[in-house]
């Protein structure tokens, strides 16, 4: 029996690729919905996202999405090319963000607001592993993160990730987004998480392929 060229397991592999990633950053966006009810504190970037819509009066949601396009167009001086993933992180995320905080009740006890911190963060990891896994490229501000490391090499990529997550950290927090111990919680659970969940969830390429890593970790989750 012919063994199947590369070209057919590409074929074969991507409508489970395509589907994980739309699943991966659904449920990343129902994952931040449950931080953000929790009242617990977000992550670095969220933080920025909740103080942005503040400050303009649009939900979280929206301020996800166009705070995303000045993000990517900073990809052109670092010449980066976003992919169909770095699109679809764009557009999905807010939006799936959103559409959960329309539906689940605010935490009300602190038993219930510890429940939905913990299971935001939980589904956080696997959210990461699914889409990370699924190869379609970075969203745009883990781009930004790669993009600057590779412009200038000389900088540690641990360096460019504390400077951008403290500079997001300290803008959201003066514009009003929530600072606690979510925050701490997160920043020391999800690289483990990442690093848990990527080995389930990540779609083998072709081994004549190059085999590009997929541990592209979000900004948040590199150790």
């Known amino acids: 029996m012919p063994r199947p060229s590369n070209h057919d397991l590409v074929t074969r592999r991507l409508p489970?690729?395509?589907?994980?990633?739309?699943?991966?950053?659904i449920l990343y966006g129902v994952s931040m919905a449950f931080m953000v009810e929790s009242g617990l504190g977000?992550?670095?970037?969220?933080?920025?996202?909740?103080?942005?819509?503040?400050?303009?009066g649009i939900s979280i949601g929206w301020a996800v999405f166009l705070t995303g396009i000045p993000i990517l167009l900073?990809?052109?001086?670092?010449?980066?090319?976003?992919?169909?993933?770095?699109?679809?992180?764009?557009?999905m995320i807010g939006f799936a963000m959103d559409g959960a905080l329309a539906v689940l009740a605010p935490g009300?006890?602190?038993?219930?607001?510890?429940?939905?911190?913990?299971?935001?963060?939980?589904?956080?990891?696997?959210a990461t592993g699914m889409y990370i896994g699924a190869r379609f490229g970075p969203g745009p501000r883990d781009g930004l993160m790669t993009g600057i490391a590779h412009r200038w090499p000389r900088l540690s990529l641990r360096?460019?990730?504390?400077?951008?997550?403290?500079?997001?950290?300290?803008?959201?927090?003066?514009?009003g987004g929530t600072v606690?111990?979510?925050?701490?919680?997160?920043?020391?659970?999800?690289?483990p998480l990442a690093q848990l969940f990527l080995p389930i969830f990540t779609v083998?390429?072709?081994?004549?392929?190059?085999?590009?890593?997929?541990?592209?970790?979000?900004?948040?989750?590199l150790a």
Request: charged residues 10%.
């Open 16 to 25: 489970r690729r395509v589907s994980q990633l739309f699943a991966g950053l």
């Open 42 to 56: 977000l992550t670095s970037w969220d933080v920025f996202h909740q103080g942005a819509a503040k400050a303009t």
């Open 74 to 91: 900073l990809w052109i001086p670092l010449r980066q090319k976003p992919g169909f993933g770095t699109i679809a992180n764009l557009v």
């Open 108 to 126: 009300e006890s602190l038993s219930m607001r510890i429940t939905y911190l913990v299971v935001g963060i939980l589904l956080n990891g696997v």
């Open 159 to 175: 360096l460019i990730r504390t400077t951008i997550e403290i500079l997001v950290l300290g803008i959201g927090f003066l514009l």
């Open 180 to 191: 606690g111990i979510g925050t701490v919680a997160y920043a020391l659970a999800i690289g």
């Open 204 to 221: 083998p390429a072709p081994a004549a392929l190059p085999t590009a890593a997929p541990a592209l970790l979000p900004a948040s989750a």
